[in-house]
């Protein structure tokens, strides 16, 4: 490889390392507006009439915005709001799930939690592998 064509790599690299970050920044400010407004009910619901875990209600929701996207009534394309719902729900499944405490089998697999050396349950992929960022950046 050339040094131009390492160059012009590394910059698409750094150009979609900011892109990452950028929309990342978007869905950090959704859920930390959507938190404010509604009262944290994700994590924490008000149980009035349902009593399902926090867990249970947000996969409810995921399984809901997928059914509306299987159905044709928010295509992708059109309605980016559902993406952004669908990665924000992920985040606070993640979260809730973090939370638990690890007393029974896990919602998602009906396996017991194990939780790896990196935190993740058992069975990630990326067990073992250091996952923080490392981010280059040169003025040119």
Same mark, same amino acid.
């Given at each position: 490889?050339?040094?131009?064509?390492?160059?012009?790599?590394?910059?698409?690299?750094?150009?979609?390392?900011?892109?990452?970050?950028?929309?990342?920044?978007?869905?950090?400010?959704?859920?930390?507006?959507?938190?404010?407004?509604?009262?944290?009910?994700?994590?924490?619901?008000?149980?009035?009439?349902?009593?399902?875990?926090?867990?249970?209600? +947000? $996969?409810?929701? &995921?399984?809901? !915005?997928?059914?509306?996207?299987?159905?044709?009534?928010? #295509?992708?394309?059109? /309605?980016?709001?559902?993406?952004?719902?669908?990665?924000?729900?992920? +985040? $606070?499944?993640? &979260?809730?799930? !973090?939370?638990?405490?690890?007393?029974?089998?896990?919602? #998602?697999?009906?396996? /017991?939690?194990?939780?790896?050396?990196?935190?993740?349950?058992?069975?990630?992929?990326?067990?073992?592998?250091?996952?923080?960022?490392?981010?280059?950046?040169?003025?040119?």
């Amino acid at each position: 490889m050339t040094q131009d064509a390492f160059d012009q790599f590394d910059k698409m690299t750094v150009s979609t390392q900011l892109e990452i970050a950028s929309v990342c920044d978007d869905i950090k400010a959704l859920l930390l507006a959507k938190n404010a407004k509604y009262g944290d009910s994700a994590l924490n619901p008000c149980r009035v009439f349902s009593k399902a875990s926090a867990i249970e209600q +947000i $996969l409810v929701r &995921i399984d809901d !915005k997928l059914n509306r996207v299987s159905q044709g009534i928010g #295509l992708l394309a059109d /309605d980016e709001d559902v993406i952004n719902d669908l990665i924000g729900y992920l +985040i $606070l499944l993640k &979260i809730a799930l !973090k939370r638990q405490k690890p007393t029974g089998p896990d919602l #998602l697999t009906g396996y /017991d939690f194990e939780r790896s050396e990196n935190g993740y349950l058992g069975g990630d992929p990326w067990t073992g592998i250091d996952i923080e960022p490392v981010f280059t950046f040169r003025v040119a």
